[in-house]
Nanobody
Framework: QVQLVESGGGLGQAGGSLTLSCAAS????????IGWYRQAPGKQRELVAT???????QYADSVKGRFTVSRDNAKNTMYLQMNNLKPEDTAVYYC???????????WGQGTQVTVSS
């Protein structure tokens, strides 16, 4: 059974930093696409960043230069380093693994990030 467990959310200040972690079990990253998404109140879930060994790394324009996605294959854990936080980064953040061979998506439970001005 695939399970993604997130940690590291909380309250941050504008201009500050937070790091999110997502530990995976039941699936290895390998050639699959890993990523982070977020959903702000009243808005649709949106892509923040994705990473794969085949397609490289992609970021939403709104976070380019501020956020960095990374992974530790030995720990089967992915990270989202968020720097220079802005109030508009406030959202529930979800980690995702998209398994290529059957196009199935797995999601973490979500972690709240709130940025105060």
């Amino acid at each position: 059974q695939v399970q993604l467990v997130e940690s590291g959310g909380g309250l941050g200040q504008a201009g500050g930093s937070l790091t999110l972690s997502c530990a995976a079990s039941g699936i290895t990253f390998g050639i699959n696409v890993i990523g982070w998404y977020r959903q702000a109140p009243g808005k649709q879930r949106e892509l923040v960043a994705t990473m794969s060994s085949i397609s490289g790394t992609q970021y939403a324009d709104s976070v380019k230069g501020r956020f960095t996605v990374s992974r530790d294959n030995a720990k089967n854990t992915m990270y989202l380093q968020m720097n220079n936080l802005k109030p508009e980064d406030t959202a529930v953040y979800y980690c995702n693994v998209h398994r290529r061979w059957n196009s199935e998506d797995y999601w973490g439970q979500g972690t709240q990030v709130t940025v105060s001005s």
